[in-house]
């Protein structure tokens, strides 16, 4: 068979191209350290290193929500524990404003205090994160949560839903809790009125002293259950008291009691419709004397006489009271109040149904800095889960695409012997000619 000039030629140069294109291979690989440089080196390895980048890909972005959601957690149970600590300082307010040696003055610097507290609490409860965003407004996380209306009042302008950032594929994690589950969803200890509805006179003519203080809803499911109730709940729901002299007293449902009934043909043994409970108080005017009915607890001051008769209805509207507001109106307690016993006496009971509903806070935000524990803690367990996860996948890749730099070196060193072979055969052949031999 005969070869043309042309064709030896070109043959040879398509075998010292084919020579240096392995060579410049194998030394892109060893200086990048990488087995795989293109798809084709090993399609399938490709695709599964692809697979795995893009695994990496969303580990790190988990990874980052962690770190973002820990440090607003953390900030969360920071602003949490202040709150309580600011609490705890107002129930010691309140107490203390009780206690009955205090005049005017004396509560009127509580009330003070109180005010630069209430100032405090509106502060943490508007607190922002690292990223500008409160903390406290649900997921409408620009916007401030507490606001003072222009009567002194506080209103919550959040929502009730929850940030929620992704920390693994299946798993969520809330970024915070939003204001009116913590602050504002709290049941009012004082969400019954109470009211004397009529005065009765002793047989000897002496006029009553008797005075009934505010409601304090002490068993919920109690009240739940047995307080005379409508559906829904109106405001004219309740129990009557009515004495039957100083001491005895029959707990009424005013709804059910025969119209117009006279108390003064009352007979234990065939009492009317709608009685509820029966009970008696002592005859020490100084002592506390408490009638508690359908979980509501209130409170008989001075000395009741015949005929006297209390109402104690629900208030709907008021079944929730907001931390802020109760401050609000424990502070205008104090600031406003007289010197008067009956002054005293509705500080009193202010500051009881203060401090009742302090600890229904109190116990609110301990549940949540508990559920934030538990969130910090599987923040941990899941993080820690990505980075194991994240350990074998650069393990895998690198057992896909990493080089061994010694069959590489090896490789190279016969392929540049290869190719200098190549070239020398190629500069010989070259010089075959028939003119040469002329």
């Known amino acids: 068979m005969r070869i043309s000039t042309i064709q030896a030629f070109n043959n040879s140069v398509s075998g010292l191209q084919k020579n240096y294109e392995n060579v410049t291979r194998t030394q892109q690989q060893i200086s990048t350290g990488k087995r795989i440089l293109t798809p084709a080196d090993d399609p399938v390895a490709s695709v599964r290193l692809l697979q795995l980048s893009q695994e990496e890909s969303l580990n790190a972005q988990y990874t980052s929500n962690g770190i973002a959601a820990t440090n607003s957690l953390q900030s969360e149970d920071a602003i949490l524990t202040s709150v309580n600590t600011v609490m705890q300082r107002v129930r010691e307010i309140a107490i203390q404003a009780g206690g009955g040696g205090l005049d005017p003055t004396d509560r009127a610097s509580l009330g003070t205090e109180l005010a630069q507290r209430e100032d405090e609490l509106m502060s943490l409860l508007n607190t922002k994160d690292a990223n500008g965003q409160y903390l406290f407004s649900g997921s409408t996380s620009g916007v401030q949560p507490f606001n003072r209306n222009p009567d002194g009042t506080y209103s919550y302008s959040g929502d009730e839903g929850r940030q929620n950032v992704q920390i693994a594929s299946s798993t969520f994690i809330a970024l915070g809790d939003n204001g009116k589950d913590l602050f504002e969803n709290v049941f009012n200890a004082n969400r019954v009125s109470t009211a004397k509805t009529s005065t009765g006179t002793g047989a000897d003519g002496t006029v009553s002293t008797g005075r009934i203080s505010l409601g304090l809803v002490t068993d919920k499911t109690a009240y739940d259950n047995t307080f005379p109730a409508s559906s829904p709940p109106v405001a004219t729901d309740g129990i009557g008291i009515h004495f039957l002299d100083s001491r005895n007293y029959v707990v009424y449902n005013p709804a059910t009691l025969p119209a117009g009934y006279d108390w003064n043909t009352y007979d234990p043994n065939t009492p009317p419709a709608g009685q509820l409970s029966t009970g008696a108080v002592d005859s020490n005017p100084d002592t506390s ?136 055969s190629y500069v010989k052949i070259s010089g075959l000619s028939l003119f040469n031999y002329l």
């Open 289 to 424: 004397d408490y009638i508690t009915y359908g979980g509501v607890k209130v409170q008989i001051d001075g000395i009741p006489q015949k005929g006297d008769d209390y109402a104690v209805t629900r208030k709907p509207d008021e079944e929730k009271r907001g931390l802020l507001n109760v401050v609000s109106d424990l502070r205008k307690a104090l600031q406003n109040g007289d010197g008067s016993n009956e002054g005293a006496l509705k500080i009193r009971d202010q500051v009881a149904a203060a401090v009742s509903n302090l600890d229904a806070v109190s116990v609110k935000v301990l549940g949540a800095q508990g559920s934030i524990g538990a969130r910090l803690n599987t923040l941990e367990t899941t993080t820690n889960f990505i980075s194991d996860v994240s350990l074998v996948n650069k393990s895998v890749q690198s057992g896909l695409e990493d080089l061994d730099y010694a069959a590489a070196i090896s490789s190279l060193a016969m392929q540049s012997t290869v190719l200098q072979a190549a070239q020398q």
